[in-house]
C-alpha cells in the first residue's frame, strides 16, 4: 500500500510522523486538524503534574488488571469476567458502581462527584470484549485499564485542586461485534454526559499518537431457503440454498469493481448439516458494508442488498434479508483534539501521526454524533505484519511497553477531561465545535 507522505504547513512546530494501522477505529482525518493556540502553551500545567502522578501511582495495579483481562478474553455481550474485575476494582477505587447496567449484562458503570450543585459530567468509556479464537487481538484490555486510569486520574484532579464535576466511566461491551454503545445510546447512558473520551491501540511508530475517522458500517445477516433433494438420484427436486450464496457472494464480487475505492463490502458463508448428497436447503450469509459518510452506506446498501435478492430468485429460494444498527464514522471533535494532540506533543513528548485513509469502524462513531467525543489512536510495538486482528497484536497487547504508552494516553486524556469540567470557556468551544460538526 502506497502512503501519501504528510506535508508541513507554514509554521508548524509539532512532529509528523507516518502512522500506518489496519485498526478498525484508527484512520485518516477527513480534514487537517488547525491548531487554535501556541501548543506550546499548556493549560494548567500544575493539574498535568497531578494527572501524571496519579497515573504512576496506579499503574502498576492497572498493568495486573491488563493482563488479568488479557489471560481470560470474551467476545461480546460474554465480558462477565472482566464485568466482576473492573467494577470490582473501581469500586475499590471508592467510585459508585453500578452493574449490569440498564439492564445490559456486561455493561458497568462507576461514577464520582466532587462538589455540590450543577456542574459538569465527562464520560469516559472502557472496551472490554475480545475477538473470537484470537483473544485480545485489538488491545481492548488496554483500552479497558485505560478508561480506568482516565477516570481515577480525573478524581484525583477534582480533589486536589478543588474542582467541581462528575467523571462516568462506562464498561461498554460488544464493539467487535453487536454495536453495544449503540444499545448504551438508546437506553439513554450518554445522557448526562457533556463530552466522552477514550483511546484505541493500533501498530506503528513508537511513542506516537494521532486522530482520524473511520468508516460508517452496516450488517446484513442473509438467510436463504431452498428444498432438500438426493443430490445425485434427484436433484432437479431441490431448490439449492448454497448456490443462491454463492450466486450472491459472486455478484458481490463484481460490484466491486463499479464502487469507490473508500468503500468496502465483505462477508462470509455459514450453513449447518450440509452433506456431499444433500441439496442444502439453508445457507447464511453475513455481511459488513461500510463507506466514508452515513449518506453513501446508505446507498451502497440498498445495492448490496438487491444481489442477495437477484440471487434468491435466479435459484428459486427465499431470501430473509435482515439489516443491523449502523455504526456512524467518527467525528472527532477539533477543540478536544487540540488540546489533546498539545498536550501529547509538548506535555508528555509523544509524536503526532498522520494516518492513512479510513479502513474500518467502531460503534464509538454514534457517541461523537450524539455529544462531543474524542477517539485517538495510539501505537504500540508490534512484530512485523502483526497489526490490530491478529495474534502477533494480541501477544503485543501483553507487553510491557504497550502498557507504557496507553499510561502515557491516559495521561493525556485525563488532563483534557479535567478542562472540560473546570475551564468555561474552553468548554464552550468543545459545544462550538460539535455544533459544527467539527
Known sequence: ??????????????????????????????????????????????????????????????????????????????????????????????????????????????????????????????????????????????????????????????????IPGTVVLLGTPAEESGNGKGKLIAKGAYNEMDACIMCHPTAGPENSTALGTTLALTSINIEFTGHTAHAAAAPWEGRNALDAAFLAYSSISLLRQQIKPSHRVHGVVYGDNWATNIIPDKARMRYFVRAPTSKELQELVARVSKCFGAAAKATACDADIQLGS????????????????AVARSGLGMEIGEVPEPGASTDFGNVTYILPALHPGYSIPTEPDGGNHTPAFAKSAASVEAHRVTMTVTKALAYIGVRVLEDDAYYQKVKDSFASGS
Open 326 to 341: 449502523t455504526n456512524h464514522e467518527l467525528r472527532q471533535n477539533t477543540a478536544l483534539g487540540d488540546s489533546f494532540l
Open 1 to 162: 500500500m502506497e502512503i501519501e507522505q504528510p506535508r508541513k504547513e507554514p509554521g508548524e512546530e509539532y512532529s509528523i510522523v507516518d502512522l500506518q494501522t489496519c485498526c478498525p477505529e484508527i484512520s485518516k482525518t477527513t480534514s487537517k486538524l488547525h491548531y487554535t493556540s501556541d501548543i506550546e502553551d499548556l493549560w494548567r500545567p500544575e493539574i498535568l503534574e497531578t494527572v501524571k502522578g496519579a497515573v504512576d501511582d496506579l499503574s502498576n495495579d492497572l498493568r495486573a488488571l491488563s493482563l488479568q483481562i488479557h489471560g481470560h478474553p470474551e467476545v461480546a455481550l460474554q465480558e462477565k469476567f472482566a464485568h466482576d474485575t473492573l467494577t470490582k476494582f473501581m469500586e475499590g477505587q471508592g467510585f459508585e458502581v453500578t452493574r449490569h447496567y440498564l439492564g445490559m449484562e456486561t455493561a458497568w458503570r462507576a461514577a464520582f462527584t466532587r462538589g455540590k450543585g450543577v456542574s459538569r459530567v465527562i464520560g469516559v468509556n472502557s472496551e472490554m470484549d475480545a475477538l473470537p479464537g484470537i483473544g485480545h487481538a485489538c488491545g481492548h484490555n488496554l483500552i479497558a485499564v485505560a478508561g480506568v486510569g482516565i477516570a481515577i486520574a480525573i478524581r484525583a484532579a477534582l480533589e486536589k485542586h478543588d
